[in-house]
C-alpha cells in the first residue's frame, strides 16, 4: 500500500504525496525524527526507456533534501535510493553524534551498503 504525504513550498510534509517506500526513524538521545521516502517509480519524460523516482529527506516534519534519481531500470532507482539514505544516515549520525532507534539492528543490518544484492537477497 502506497503512503501519500504531500511537500508543501515551505518544505513541510502533508498528507498527498505518494510514496513507495516510506521509514520513520526516531532517535535515541533527542527528540529528532527523522523519515524518508521514495515516490513512485515512473518512466522518465524525455526517455522513454529510463525511470525516475525522487528520494525525500524529512526531518522533524520539514522536507531538508530531494533528490532526483534517474536510471535505466526500476531496480536501479531503489538501488540508489537505499544508497542515498544509507550514506546521509550514516553521516547524520557521525556529523552529529546521533544514535537512531534501529530496533537492535546495526547500520550495516538495517541498510546494507557493503553487501552486493546477491548476499542482501540470501539473508
Same mark, same amino acid.
Do not use: C
Given at each position: ?8 513550498? &515551505?518544505?513541510?510534509?502533508?498528507? &498527498?504525496? @505518494?510514496?513507495?517506500?516510506?521509514? /520513520?526513524?526516531? @532517535?535515541?538521545?533527542? =527528540? #529528532? ?5 521514495? @515516490?513512485?517509480? $515512473?518512466?522518465?519524460?524525455?526517455? #522513454? =526507456? ?5 528520494? !525525500? ?6 522536507? /531538508?533534501? +530531494?533528490?532526483? $534519481? ?12 537505499? /544508497?542515498?539514505?544509507?550514506? +546521509? ?5 557521525? #556529523?552529529?553524534?546521533?544514535?537512531? =532507534?534501529?530496533?537492535?539492528? /546495526?547500520? #550495516?543490518?538495517?541498510?546494507? $551498503?557493503? +553487501?552486493? $544484492?546477491?548476499? !542482501?537477497?540470501?539473508?
Amino acid at each position: 500500500m502506497l503512503n501519500r504525504w504531500r511537500a508543501s513550498a &515551505a518544505s513541510e510534509v502533508t498528507p &498527498a504525496m @505518494t510514496f513507495l517506500i516510506h521509514e /520513520t526513524l526516531m @532517535t535515541l538521545n533527542t =527528540d #529528532d525524527v527523522f523519515e524518508f521516502g521514495l @515516490t513512485e517509480i $515512473l518512466r522518465s519524460p524525455e526517455q #522513454d =526507456d529510463l525511470f525516475e523516482a525522487q528520494a !525525500i529527506f524529512i526531518r522533524n516534519a520539514t522536507v /531538508t533534501s +530531494k533528490l532526483k $534519481l534517474t536510471h535505466l531500470s526500476e531496480f536501479s532507482v531503489v538501488l540508489s535510493f537505499i /544508497t542515498y539514505i544509507g550514506n +546521509k544516515l550514516r553521516g547524520i549520525a557521525k #556529523d552529529e553524534l546521533l544514535e537512531f =532507534d534501529l530496533n537492535g539492528l /546495526t547500520f #550495516d543490518q538495517y541498510i546494507p $551498503l557493503s +553487501k552486493n $544484492l546477491r548476499k !542482501i537477497w540470501d539473508e
